[in-house]
């Protein structure tokens, strides 16, 4: 395995009994970059941090993560990394002060260096005035920050953050993103999930899972750019809702789907015409205000890719 990659794994397959959870998954980190896990619940994503934390022992499949081997050295991989929940996991009932010191304790901090490290987590959060509150009376912005301080106490190589900014307002978010990009940039790798399709964008790479298997994986350009065969339009529109049958039954328009207070249709690649598509729906009583082809949102990708998925599947899980 190349010591490049923080997370090296391939085949990666968890059952439980018959059920296949995690479905011979492969999956590449380089060190040093922010890697966006995404996946709707029950895709198997948790199932797969798990494994990746050395916390479950993986049914089969191979590989590393920064370096240690996830059959065995569960102990060891546990050690070298940094693990934020989307519940902050702090201790609401101690004092910012004495969860910083918990958890140095926890990663076996040496002494000499607890001090340093206090300081970089106090002035990186913002709390350097507020050692002795109550981690419960904290804001969510600054609760979140001293969770991500905690988690990186030890100076892991790799720290995975499970929706690390949910509940949190969006000021905070982006300043949480930019404290992400910082760390990344110094070298340490972060592997974080996210329900947030914008937040994806920060990512430098992606990869979503759905019903255990990695269904899409890349950069987000690339994954915008290669997972929809069609082109997108968005259209603004008298009654939406009742427009969609209009077009999809129109022989012009692949699908339509509500976005926002308008429309999303795909039609294939090359073929777009708005004045057909104009004159169908003039036809019907129909008052066109806007028609225009946008770039798919990975939103607009992940949504198409999980269809695609159910639609080849009848809809059910394996």
Request: aromatic share 8%; proline share 4%.
């Amino acid at each position: 395995m190349s010591e490049i990659f923080a997370v090296d794994v391939r085949g990666l397959t968890k059952t439980f009994g018959k059920f296949t959870a995690v479905d011979h998954i492969d999956l590449r980190v380089l060190r040093g970059r922010i890697f966006g896990f995404l996946g709707p619940n029950g895709a198997g994503k948790s199932t797969t941090i798990r494994m990746l934390c050395g916390l479950l022992l993986p049914t089969s499949g191979e590989g590393t993560i920064a370096g240690s081997d996830i059959f065995k050295d569960t102990e060891e991989i546990k050690n070298k990394i940094g693990y934020m929940s989307q519940k902050f996991s702090l201790y609401d009932d101690l004092t910012v002060e004495e969860n910083i010191d918990f958890y140095a304790g926890i990663y076996r901090v040496p002494k000499s260096q607890r001090p340093e490290r206090k300081s970089w987590i106090l002035e990186m959060s913002d709390l350097t005035a507020h050692t002795s509150s109550m981690t419960r009376s904290l804001a969510g912005g600054w609760k979140q920050r001293l969770a991500l301080g905690c988690a990186l106490i030890h100076h892991p190589p790799i720290v995975f953050l499970d929706e690390p900014t949910s509940g949190v307002d969006p000021i905070s978010r982006r300043h949480f993103w930019n404290l992400i990009s910082d760390i990344a940039r110094e070298g340490t790798t972060v592997f974080v999930t996210t329900h947030y399709m914008e937040e994806a964008e920060y990512c430098d790479e992606l990869a979503l899972i759905y019903k255990g298997r990695i269904i899409a994986k890349g950069t987000p350009a690339s994954i915008r750019e290669d997972s929809i065969p069609s082109d997108l339009i968005e259209l603004a529109v008298s009654s939406p809702f009742e427009a969609i049958s209009v077009l999809e039954n129109s022989g012009q328009v692949d699908s339509a789907s509500i976005f926002g207070d308008g429309l999303h249709l795909t039609v294939k690649k090359g073929s777009f015409c708005d004045d057909e598509i104009r004159r169908s729906l003039s036809e019907k009583g129909f008052e066109v205000y806007s028609m225009d082809r946008v770039r798919p949102s990975l939103e607009d990708v992940f949504v198409h890719l999980i269809e695609k998925e159910d639609s080849l599947s009848g809809g059910g899980r394996r």
